[in-house]
């Protein structure tokens, strides 16, 4: 139990004594879709208070000179790692969901955290909570089929094909696979268009749609003789990453190195 005294605390914030801190947010892309979602939603959470608000063209180091202890990224994937490179030289820790990371990046923005060893980086393609979980499910369920291919639908302003999601679900199903001794999904296609059977993912076909009116959804369609199994995430509104933003942010200084995924923090 806390006592009722309100006591200062910084960037002009309150807190009762003996609370814990109110942590200082700053968000880069503070303009686009995900980050103005998460400007209300930082803005809303009694714990934790924004101080820095950046977006292309403004100067990164306000993100330092305003104190910030966490940053959140949602910005692009051709300068999410310079992001990420100031934020650890800046002792910051970092909430990354930009996509486009890929086993070389995860390994080079771990490799810079070995200089910096309190400091915590979580880069997870996606925050909703039921997406994390359908990629759990498919990774359970893909040793039982011997085909596997994924569907992306996205809104037409996403500028990454496939999606991040889509392709940590494919490396996660592939791994699966393997580990089952699996051969390739069976495909007889010798002719085709280019593109007609999606990108090829560590051998899993991933397809892309983009679509006004959509948000963010996905499908792991999986077959097997007589039957097939469909797993589907829809995201109707960015509402849906915040769960899961927020608790990156609460946890990252508690987690010093890389994270992928948000999968640890939920105890999956
Ligand atoms: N991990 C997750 O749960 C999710 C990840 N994403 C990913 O987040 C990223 C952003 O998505 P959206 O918000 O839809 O894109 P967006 O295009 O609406 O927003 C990106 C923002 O970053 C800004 N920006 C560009 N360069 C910058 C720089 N150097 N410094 C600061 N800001 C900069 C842009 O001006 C823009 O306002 C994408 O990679 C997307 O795939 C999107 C939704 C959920
Ligand atoms: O750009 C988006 O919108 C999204 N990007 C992430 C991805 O590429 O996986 C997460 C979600 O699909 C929304």
Request: charged content about 20%; overall charge negative.
């Amino acid at each position: 139990m806390t006592t009722s005294t309100p006591v200062p605390e910084q960037h002009g914030a309150t807190v009762e004594a003996g609370a814990a801190p109110v942590v200082p947010v700053g968000v880069l892309g503070a303009r686009g879709r995900m980050g103005t979602e998460v400007v209300k939603a930082v803005t809303a959470a009694g714990d934790l208070e924004l101080v820095a608000m950046v977006d292309a063209g403004d100067w990164l180091f306000d993100v330092a000179n305003a104190g910030a202890q966490v940053v959140v990224d949602f910005t692009r994937p051709d300068v999410v790692m310079d992001n990420i490179r100031f934020c650890i030289d800046h002792d910051i820790h970092c909430v990354v969901g930009t996509t486009g990371f890929d086993e070389e990046r995860l390994a080079t923005v771990a490799g810079w955290l070995r200089a910096k060893p309190d400091v915590g980086v979580v880069i997870a393609p996606n925050f909703g909570i039921g997406a994390v979980l359908l990629m759990r499910f498919a990774q359970e369920a893909a040793r039982f089929f011997p085909s596997t291919e994924i569907v992306e639908l996205h809104h037409p302003g996403k500028v990454d094909a496939p999606s991040g999601t889509a392709a940590r679900t494919a490396r996660l199903v592939a791994a699966a696979r393997d580990a089952a001794g699996l051969p390739p999904s069976p495909d007889a296609t010798t002719d085709s268009l280019p593109g007609a059977r999606g990108a090829d993912v560590d051998g899993v076909r991933v397809h892309a749609v983009r679509l006004t009116g959509l948000v963010a959804h996905q499908e792991v369609l999986m077959g097997a003789a007589g039957e097939t199994l469909t797993l589907r995430h829809d995201s109707y509104d960015r509402a849906s990453f915040m769960p899961g933003v927020l608790l990156a942010v609460r946890e990252v200084r508690r987690r010093p190195g890389l994270t992928v995924g948000v999968e640890s923090l939920l105890d999956l």
